[in-house]
DNA sequence: AAAAACATGAGGGGCACG
DNA sequence: CGTGCCCCTCATGTTTTT
């Protein structure tokens, strides 16, 4: 049973959600008269986002689809109490037009006084969820993890500084507000209403929130959680492709007299990895898959392609899928390619006929990729490929410690000690270098299990520790470069990339080395260090062409494209990583999927890609 | 001040077995 | 089909060392 005070706590966290929104977003206006002034048929596909212009927030009332009638009476929190004598009706009426009703307003004003919109705002929110909220015995959630999960992420936003004060930003409260409680006044989770608003924006009509809303929901729902006739809703998705999906890609065999279980027979089912994990195919394995169909509307030009770790949490990849166009991931491990494993999960709209790797092909066995260590591993140790190479290594105390403990015996040590071992040797990818001397990797080994050249990220002020990071998040170039080679007969003379979330620049690498000219390349990568990693590697390989690089996918606005793309022709290819840090199994703090503080940059890759999109068939 | 070392499991998939 | 066991995972926050 939900109580009261959840609930209102939950209320709470709207409204911190909604100052945090009100600084995050800021409106484009400009933006969409420009896109819609031609009326090219983008009515509800234009998202509207970042934008510091200011003339356009001027604009965002008139534009607005849920549009605050009396958009005067909103006023910052700070001059609410500036002329206390005149503005009782006026607050009371900016909220009954909001949709209060007039009772309540002013009974809540009675009892808080008028000088505090915010809290006559939480007032009514709280009692108006109480009163209208058609379901509440929906609300409870029967899996426990689901309400952390979001509890988690709203701390997070309640700790934003929200000390803006600005006209905008009463606006924006308000006008989030009143979306979020029609949302919820239809049914909706607030929790849902809160991530369809912050992923879409404030401006996203009723239409998109609610068909976030709806993938949302399929990602994450269980069986239980929703009553048969709305999930009946979700039923015309794809089944066919999905099936066919599953069927030819992932060889999963559809169980027989499943018939019954209609409701959740396709989209309700978990993503299925394929076993072996090759997707379409790997180099080095006769299984392949030389044909797919894509979804229509991801059909490129541009082309893209979006990876991530294959094993986020429930429901991740589905979301990712849908927001991507539909288009099934490609899972595949890098130990097809190289000797260290690297579960990913790729989604691109390339063609998949007449791939072809990198050569020489790397080694692909530990021995192989290290003859050195032949010599010292033991026969009681059995590995043949390293684990997945994360940001972090093994101590020189572990090794220490680890040396201590065999050298008390003469021949092998007893099982425990060879359990031990074992053990710290997979969760850490130590190899064997000396008579019971076991090591971490060096840099220009993991360097090279990459698939970047020796001493990629060597230099420039960087420390070890930081290279070690910067190559445990990277792309493993040979597996990438597999997928991307069929561009190469396609663009003789060269792409244009833009390379988001570029980390030490995988892409571009893969890029070059499969011999595909880069003629303008716009890089978009937080990390200093990383982005001079790129610049230096740019410089020594003697590229023709030009390299831009930003800082913050999140300023990448529309305005900002179109420039980008008038200068320099049009994107071909627009490929991302996007941060796994609140899906990666590694991490016991925050993996709070993707609406991770991180991980949810992800809706950055899909708008930015949107948006690409919407403007190369614009001017084609 | 910066770099390195350390402490911190949950969550799922695969598999064998009954 | 369920259950138990094995295995792996693009990490974060704090403390210690350099």
């Known amino acids: 049973m939900r109580d009261q005070s959840l609930v209102f706590g939950e209320w709470l966290s709207i409204f911190h959600f909604c100052a945090w929104a009100a600084q995050r977003f800021v409106f484009c206006k400009a933006e969409r008269l420009k896109m819609g002034g031609d009326d090219s048929g983008m009515e509800s596909d234009?998202?509207?986002?970042?934008?510091?212009?200011?003339?356009?927030?001027?604009?965002?009332?008139?534009?607005s689809r849920l549009s605050v009638p009396n958009g005067d009476a909103v006023t910052g929190s700070g001059e609410a109490s500036s002329s206390p004598g005149s503005s009782n009706s006026k607050v009371l009426d900016h909220f009954v037009a909001m949709g209060f009703s007039q009772e309540m307003v002013s009974k809540v004003i009675q009892e808080y006084g008028e000088e505090n919109e915010a809290k006559i705002l939480e007032e009514l929110l709280s009692y108006s969820a109480l009163e209208s909220s058609p379901q509440p015995q929906q609300q409870i959630e029967p899996d426990p993890s689901s309400s952390e999960y979001a509890g988690s992420s709203w701390d997070d936003l309640s700790?934003?500084?929200?000390?803006s004060s600005s006209d905008e930003y009463g606006k924006v409260v308000s006008e989030n507000v009143v979306t979020l409680r029609s949302l919820v006044k239809m049914g909706y989770k607030q929790n849902e209403a809160l991530v369809a608003l912050e992923r879409l924006g404030p401006n996203s009509s009723l239409e998109e929130l609610v068909d976030f809303i709806y993938a949302a929901q399929k990602a994450k729902a269980e069986d239980t959680l929703l009553p048969p006739e709305e999930k009946l809703q979700y039923n015309d998705y794809k089944s066919n492709k999905r099936r066919f999906y599953e069927l030819e890609v992932l060889g999963r065999k559809k169980p027989r007299g499943c018939e019954k279980k209609i409701i959740c027979e396709d989209d309700e089912e978990a993503l299925h990895l394929p076993n072996p994990m090759i997707g379409f195919g790997v180099p080095t394995e006769s299984d392949f898959i030389t044909h797919r169909s894509l979804p229509d509307d991801a059909v490129g030009p541009p082309y893209f392609y979006y990876e991530n770790v294959a094993l986020a949490p429930k429901g991740v990849w589905q979301t990712i899928s849908r927001f991507l166009y539909d288009v099934q991931p490609e899972f595949v491990d890098s130990k097809y390619f190289c000797a260290a494993a690297r579960k990913r999960g790729y989604i691109h709209n390339l063609p998949i006929e007449n791939r072809f790797p990198l050569l020489p092909l790397p080694p692909r066995t530990i021995h192989e990729a290290f003859p050195l260590t032949r010599k010292w591993w033991p026969s009681w140790d059995p590995r043949t490929k390293l684990n997945c190479l994360q940001t972090c290594i093994g101590s020189?105390?572990?090794?220490?410690?680890?040396?201590?403990?065999?050298?008390?015996?003469?021949?092998?040590?007893?099982?425990?000690?060879?359990?031990?071992?074992?053990?710290?040797?997979?969760?850490?990818?130590?190899?064997?270098?000396?008579?019971?001397?076991?090591?971490?990797?060096?840099?220009?080994?993991?360097?090279?299990?990459?698939?970047?050249?020796?001493?990629?990220?060597?230099?420039?002020?960087?420390?070890?520790?930081d290279r070690y990071k910067s190559l445990g998040n990277s792309f493993q170039v040979d597996t990438v470069a597999y997928h991307l080679s069929v561009l190469k007969e396609m663009y003789p003379n060269g792409i244009n990339l833009l390379s988001l979330f570029s980390g030490i620049g995988g892409a571009e690498v893969a890029l070059h080395r499969l011999g595909i000219p880069l003629k303008n390349v716009v890089s978009v990568e937080k990390s200093e260090v990383n982005?001079?990693?790129?610049?230096?590697?740019?410089?020594?390989?003697?590229?023709?062409?030009?390299?831009?690089?930003?800082?913050?996918?999140?300023?990448?606005?529309?305005?900002?494209?179109?420039?980008?793309?008038s200068t320099c022709g049009g994107f071909d290819l627009i490929v991302g990583g996007s941060p796994c840090n609140n899906l990666a199994g590694s991490n016991r703090v925050s993996r709070d999927g993707l609406e991770g503080k991180e991980s949810s940059l992800f809706f950055d890759y899909f708008r930015i890609l949107d948006l690409v999109k919407n403007l190369t068939t614009k001017y084609r």
């Not at 020189?396 to 680890?402: K, N």
């Not at 800082?551 to 990448?556: A, I, K, R």
């Open 531 to 565: 982005r001079n990693i790129v610049r230096s590697w740019w410089e020594q390989t003697n590229q023709k062409g030009n390299l831009i690089d930003m800082e913050d996918v999140q300023q990448l606005d529309g305005e900002r494209l179109e420039q980008l793309i």
């Open 159 to 163: 700790d934003a500084d929200i000390s």
């Open 46 to 63: 234009d998202f509207d986002w970042n934008s510091e212009d200011d003339r356009e927030i001027e604009n965002f009332q008139s534009s």
């Open 396 to 465: 020189a105390r572990l090794t220490d410690r680890i040396r201590k403990a065999i050298e008390n015996y003469d021949g092998d040590p007893p099982e425990s000690v060879q359990k031990y071992v074992l053990d710290q040797c997979r969760k850490w990818n130590l190899v064997w270098v000396g008579r019971n001397k076991v090591a971490p990797l060096e840099c220009d080994e993991v360097e090279t299990l990459l698939g970047f050249p020796r001493n990629h990220t060597r230099g420039g002020g960087i420390s070890r520790t």
